[in-house]
C-alpha cells in the first residue's frame, strides 16, 4: 500500500515539476556547463595527479549520491563501502589512494573554496549536495598547499557549483525499487547585475534490509532515510573583472539504521561569500572566501540481542551541536612570460560537542557524558606555477600552519544524582608545521609526457577523535586527547600516452609514508570488565585511538581511455595499493598488517554507446578485493564485483527519459562483520527510473 501511494506523490510532484511549457528547448545530452566565478589552476598544476568528473560525466552515472559516484573511482573511498544512502553519517570521511580510510576521512572536500568537512567530525554531509547543481568535480590526489590545505592530506576533492546564467528551469524526478521519491529542481533568474539560482531537493526513501536473510531476526528493519536541502546561489556582476558569489543554504537528514530504534538526525545551515577579482595576466588577481556553518547531530546506538529479537539502547547522542567558521585571502601575480606567485593565508576556527546518555544495563540509561572542544587553525602560503622551457611547466608551494587545540572536555554524571563520576583535565595542545609540494611535467614528445611530484601534509585529529568514544553494537572505542597530528610524506611519478584524441593511456607510481596515522587500535576482547570503559560483552571488542607510528603506502594508478569512433567509448581504471604499518612501538602485533578498510586491487570499466543522437546507454563494471574490518586483520571484508547499467533518452526537446540498475546481478558486499561473525550489506540490486526536464 504504501509503494503504490509513493507512485501517487510521485505522479503528482513530477506534473508540479514539469509544469512550464514543452515547447522550450532543452540543453544537448553533452552540454557545457559553466562553474561560478573563481580563478583558474595555472597550467603548472598539471603535475599531480588530478581526475576532473564533467556534468555530462554525473549525470551518466546510476548512482543518485555524488558520494556513490566518486566511490566507484579507484582510489576513492569512505570509511566502509556503503554509500551516504545506507552507510551511518560518522563514517562518510573520505580518502583517497585508499590510505587507511577512516570515519573521519583524510581528505578535504571544497564547494566553491569553501570546507564540506564536518566541523565535529571531519565526515561530509554527502546527501546535502544535488549532484544536478554541480558543474564539475575534480579529485586532486596527494598533500599540498592552498586553502585550508591543513585537512587535505590525502588530497583534495573540488566541487564546482553550475554559475546562475539568466532565466533558467530544471528539474528531475526519480524512483526506485527501494520505493524511492528523489525529487530535484532549479529555478534561475537575473536582477539588475545579479544573478540568482535556487535549488531544492527532496529525498524519501524505504531503503533496504542490510542483514543478509541467513542472520535475520524480527528486531531487524531496512535502512530507510530522508533527506531535504535547499540553496540560494547569487552571482552580482560589480565590475568588469569583480564578481560576488554568496550562498546560504540548508539541509536535514533523518535515518534509521537498520532497526527501528537505531536512528539519527542531522541539520545543517551554511552560509558562505567569495569576492574574486580576475585580471588574468593584465594586473594582480584576488579571491577573498568568508564561510560559516552551523550543525546539529542526534543518533541513538542500539545493542541487539543474540537472537535479533529485540534492542536495546546503549549510546543516546541526544544533541551534537558544532559550529565552522572561517576566511580565506590570497593575491596572484602575473610574473615573466607566464608564471604566476600566489601567497594566501587562510583561517579556521571549528567547535563541538557532545551530550549523550550511556549505561543502559536493562533498566535504562544512568549516566551522563559530554565531551568535545575547539580547534583553530591559521596558515599561509606561497606558490609558484612557471615555465621552464616550451613543453616543461614546473611548480612549487610551501605552507606554514599553525594549529590549536584547546577547551577539551570529557566529564561524566550520574543521571539519578547529579553526581561528578569523571572530570578529565585535558590541556591545551598547540604546533606550528610546515609543508610543501614540488611538481614538473615536461613533453617527452608530442605525444608523451612525463609528470614528477613530491609533497607533505598533515592532519589535525577531529574534536570527535580526540575526545569523544562511541559504541557500535558490542565494540566500545575509546577516545584519545594525546593524539599527534597525522604527517604524510610523499612523491609519485606519472606517465600519459596521447597518440591521438581517441586514445588516452595513464600511469601513477606514488609512495607515501603516513606517520602517527589515527588508527583504532584494539585492546581486549570480551567478555570482560577493563577499565576504564567498564564490562564489554561476548563477541565485542574495546579499542582505542592511537597513533601508528609508521604507515607505508605504495601503488600504481593506470587509465585507459579510447573511443572506437563517435558512437563507443571505453574506460579502464584500476588501482593496486598496498598499505602496510611499518613501525609500532605501542603494539608491535600490527606491524606487516594492512590498515583495515584497505583494499589491495581496485578497477573499473565502463562501456558506453550512443546509438543515436538522444540516446546514451552505459555499462559499468567494478571489482574491490579483501580488506580487513580490525586493525588485527582477523576479521577479513570478502571481495566483489558488481555490474550497473544507465541509460538516457531525450525523446522532446525539454524532457529526458533516465534508466538504471544498480547491482545488476544482485552481488553480495559485504560492508561489515562483528567479532561473533555477523554480517551487514552494503548495497542490493537497485532498479531506478526517472525524468529530467531543462530550459
Known amino acids: 500500500m504504501r509503494r503504490w501511494w509513493r507512485t501517487r506523490r510521485c505522479g503528482a510532484l513530477l506534473t508540479l515539476l514539469l509544469g512550464p511549457p514543452a515547447s522550450a528547448v532543452a540543453a544537448p545530452l553533452e552540454e557545457i556547463v559553466v562553474s561560478t566565478a573563481r580563478l583558474s589552476e595555472p597550467a603548472a598544476h598539471e603535475a599531480y595527479a588530478v581526475t576532473r568528473l564533467s556534468a555530462a560525466d554525473l549525470a551518466a552515472r546510476p548512482q543518485a549520491r555524488l558520494d556513490a559516484i566518486l566511490t566507484a573511482l579507484p582510489g576513492v573511498s569512505l570509511f566502509r563501502r556503503a554509500d551516504s544512502r545506507v552507510a551511518h553519517p560518522t563514517t562518510q570521511g573520505v580518502t583517497l589512494r585508499g590510505i587507511g580510510p577512516n570515519g573521519a576521512g583524510r581528505a578535504l572536500v571544497l564547494l566553491d573554496g569553501v570546507p564540506l568537512n564536518d566541523p565535529f567530525g571531519g565526515w561530509v554531509a554527502w546527501s546535502a549536495i544535488d549532484t544536478g547543481s554541480l558543474a564539475a568535480v575534480e579529485i586532486r590526489r596527494g598533500s599540498g598547499t592552498g586553502a585550508f590545505a591543513s585537512q587535505a592530506l590525502t588530497g583534495t576533492v573540488v566541487l564546482e557549483t553550475r554559475r546562475p546564467d539568466g532565466r533558467a528551469f530544471r528539474g528531475r524526478v526519480r524512483t526506485d525499487s527501494d520505493a524511492t521519491i528523489d525529487v530535484a529542481g532549479a529555478v534561475g533568474a537575473?536582477?539588475?547585475?545579479?544573478?540568482?539560482?535556487?535549488?531544492?531537493?527532496?529525498?524519501?526513501?524505504?531503503?533496504?534490509?542490510?542483514?543478509?536473510?541467513?542472520?535475520?531476526?524480527?528486531?531487524?528493519?531496512?535502512?530507510?532515510?530522508?533527506?531535504?536541502?535547499?540553496?540560494?546561489?547569487?552571482?552580482?556582476?560589480?565590475?568588469?573583472?569583480?564578481?560576488l558569489v554568496t550562498r546560504l543554504a540548508w539541509f536535514g537528514e533523518r535515518r534509521t539504521n537498520g532497526t527501528p530504534l537505531a536512528r539519527n538526525a542531522t541539520d545543517g545551515i551554511d552560509a558562505s561569500l567569495r569576492l574574486v577579482a580576475d585580471h588574468a595576466r593584465?594586473?594582480?588577481?584576488?579571491?577573498?572566501?568568508?564561510?560559516?556553518?552551523?550543525?546539529?547531530?542526534?543518533?541513538?546506538?542500539?545493542?541487539?540481542?543474540?537472537?535479533?529479537t529485540g534492542e536495546r539502547p546503549v549510546l543516546d547522542q541526544f544533541a551534537v551541536p558544532s559550529r565552522g567558521a572561517g576566511m580565506s585571502a590570497s593575491v596572484r601575480w602575473p610574473l615573466l612570460a607566464a608564471d604566476t606567485l600566489e601567497i594566501g593565508a587562510d583561517w579556521r576556527r571549528l567547535e563541538g560537542t557532545t551530550n549523550e546518555r550511556f549505561r543502559n544495563l536493562g533498566a535504562?540509561?544512568?549516566?551522563?557524558?559530554?565531551?568535545?572542544?575547539?580547534?583553530?587553525?591559521?596558515?599561509?602560503?606561497?606558490?609558484?606555477?612557471?615555465?621552464?622551457?616550451?613543453?616543461?611547466?614546473?611548480?612549487?608551494?610551501?605552507?606554514?600552519?599553525?594549529?590549536r587545540a584547546f577547551n577539551g572536555l570529557r566529564r561524566e554524571s550520574d543521571l539519578a544524582s547529579g553526581a561528578i563520576l569523571r572530570d578529565d583535565a585535558i590541556a591545551d595542545r598547540a604546533g606550528t608545521l610546515v609543508n610543501g609540494r614540488v611538481g614538473l611535467r615536461t613533453g617527452l614528445s608530442d605525444a608523451v609526457y612525463l609528470r614528477l611530484a613530491a609533497y607533505s601534509g598533515f592532519r589535525l585529529p577531529t574534536i570527535n577523535e580526540f575526545y569523544r568514544p562511541f559504541r557500535v553494537g558490542n565494540d566500545i572505542t575509546e577516545a584519545n586527547p594525546a593524539l599527534d597530528p597525522e604527517r604524510l610524506y610523499g612523491y609519485e611519478a606519472g606517465l600519459r600516452y596521447d597518440p591521438a584524441p581517441p586514445l588516452h593511456l595513464g600511469i601513477d607510481v606514488y609512495r607515501n609514508r603516513l606517520e602517527n596515522a589515527v588508527g583504532n587500535i584494539t585492546l581486549a576482547e570480551g567478555p570482560g570488565v577493563f577499565p576504564p570503559t567498564g564490562f564489554v560483552p561476548a563477541g565485542g571488542s574495546l579499542r582505542r585511538r592511537h597513533n601508528i607510528d609508521r604507515v607505508r603506502a605504495q601503488g600504481i594508478e593506470s587509465e585507459a581511455r579510447l573511443a572506437l569512433g563517435p558512437a563507443v567509448a571505453l574506460v579502464f581504471r584500476h588501482l593496486y595499493s598496498r598499505t602496510r604499518v611499518r613501525r609500532n612501538a605501542?603494539?608491535?602485533?600490527?606491524?606487516?598488517?594492512?590498515?583495515?578498510?584497505?583494499?589491495?586491487?581496485?578497477?573499473?570499466?565502463?562501456?558506453?554507446?550512443?546509438?543515436?543522437?538522444?540516446?546514451?546507454?552505459?555499462?559499468?563494471?567494478?571489482?574491490?578485493?579483501?580488506?580487513?574490518?580490525?586493525?588485527?586483520?582477523?576479521?577479513?571484508?570478502?571481495?566483489?564485483?558488481?555490474?550497473?547499467?544507465?541509460?538516457?533518452?531525450?525523446?522532446?526537446?525539454?524532457?529526458?527519459?533516465?534508466?538504471?540498475?544498480?547491482?545488476?546481478?544482485?552481488?553480495?558486499?559485504?560492508?561489515?562483520?562483528?567479532?561473533?561473525?555477523?554480517?551487514?550489506?552494503?548495497?542490493?540490486?537497485?532498479?531506478?527510473?526517472?525524468?529530467?526536464?531543462?530550459?
Open 190 to 243: 537575473p536582477i539588475g547585475r545579479t544573478r540568482l539560482l535556487l535549488t531544492g531537493q527532496y529525498f524519501d526513501s524505504d531503503g533496504f534490509m542490510p542483514v543478509p536473510r541467513a542472520q535475520r531476526g524480527p528486531v531487524d528493519a531496512a535502512a530507510a532515510s530522508r533527506a531535504s536541502h535547499a540553496a540560494l546561489l547569487g552571482e552580482s556582476e560589480l565590475g568588469d573583472s569583480l564578481t
Open 282 to 308: 593584465a594586473g594582480p588577481s584576488y579571491t577573498l572566501t568568508l564561510y560559516g556553518s552551523d550543525r546539529d547531530f542526534s543518533n541513538l546506538f542500539t545493542a541487539v540481542d543474540a537472537a535479533r
Open 364 to 403: 535504562g540509561f544512568t549516566r551522563l557524558r559530554r565531551a568535545g572542544g575547539d580547534e583553530r587553525f591559521l596558515g599561509l602560503w606561497a606558490d609558484y606555477a612557471g615555465t621552464l622551457a616550451p613543453g616543461t611547466v614546473w611548480t612549487a608551494a610551501l605552507r606554514l600552519d599553525r594549529w
Open 586 to 695: 605501542a603494539a608491535p602485533a600490527l606491524v606487516g598488517k594492512r590498515l583495515p578498510q584497505s583494499p589491495k586491487q581496485t578497477l573499473s570499466l565502463s562501456v558506453q554507446l550512443a546509438p543515436g543522437a538522444d540516446l546514451r546507454i552505459a555499462l559499468w563494471g567494478r571489482y574491490v578485493s579483501d580488506q580487513f574490518e580490525d586493525d588485527r586483520n582477523s576479521r577479513k571484508l570478502p571481495s566483489y564485483a558488481t555490474l550497473d547499467l544507465s541509460a538516457s533518452w531525450r525523446f522532446a526537446p525539454a524532457f529526458t527519459l533516465r534508466l538504471a540498475a544498480e547491482n545488476l546481478l544482485d552481488a553480495t558486499v559485504v560492508n561489515r562483520i562483528t567479532g561473533d561473525g555477523r554480517v551487514t550489506r552494503a548495497r542490493s540490486r537497485r532498479l531506478s527510473g526517472g525524468l529530467a526536464y531543462a530550459f
